[in-house]
């Protein structure tokens, strides 16, 4: 599996795209930030997300997105921000036809910490080892980047478990009303 990692920002927005299987060793392929002006128009920032994004995918073919999913901030005007670029991210994708999932913050750090409060410096080191990399991504965007699709990979087999057994439960269902 190959999934796109998405750290939304309108000034970082960090990327990056691991392939592999849960239970065997994973492999980055790439990893980097699309930026954007903060002094520039909102609409044409958005924009030049969407560019980035879209090289991204054409570039890596993925076979998902992963998007950090956007939480509340006490900065509204950061948390727009986030919520737009990652809707950019989702449209592209969907566009695309590829699947999108979104993983909260926690979810990421405790899956490739151990810890859902772990900070910034312990995902970028344990991205760095789980990819054996050479050093942390730079900046911290992009080693998040990671984070999601490497968090993706590993829970992909159990929400894809969890997603049958509810389809079997709701045919089985139907099935019984259809009598």
Request: glycine share 12%; proline share 9%; no cysteine.
């Given at each position: 599996m190959r999934v796109l990692g998405v750290d939304p920002g309108?000034?970082?927005?960090?990327?990056?795209?691991?392939?592999?299987?849960?239970?065997?060793?994973?492999?980055?392929?790439?990893?980097?930030?699309?930026?954007?002006?903060?002094?520039a128009d909102t609409a044409l920032r958005l924009v030049a997300?969407?560019?980035?994004i879209e090289e991204w995918l054409d570039a890596h073919r993925p076979d998902v997105v992963a998007v950090e999913r956007v939480f509340s901030q006490h900065n509204v005007r950061t948390v727009m921000g986030t919520a737009q670029a990652s809707a950019v991210a989702m449209l592209c994708a969907a566009r695309r036809g590829l699947p999108v999932v979104l993983h909260t913050p926690s979810e990421v750090k405790a899956a490739v910490t151990g810890s859902g409060r772990a900070d910034k410096a312990q995902v970028g080191?344990?991205?760095?080892?789980?990819?054996?990399?050479?050093?942390?991504?730079?900046?911290?965007?992009?080693?998040?980047?990671l984070a999601l699709a490497i968090c993706h990979i590993w829970r992909a087999p159990a929400t894809n478990r969890l997603q049958q057994a509810v389809a079997a439960q709701v045919a089985a269902q139907r099935a019984g009303k259809g009598r």
């Open positions: 309108l000034t970082r927005l960090g990327v990056g795209v691991v392939e592999g299987v849960a239970g065997r060793p994973l492999a980055m392929v790439g990893v980097g930030v699309v930026r954007t002006p903060a002094d997300v969407e560019r980035g080191a344990m991205v760095t080892r789980l990819l054996r990399l050479d050093a942390p991504p730079k900046p911290a965007d992009a080693a998040d980047a």
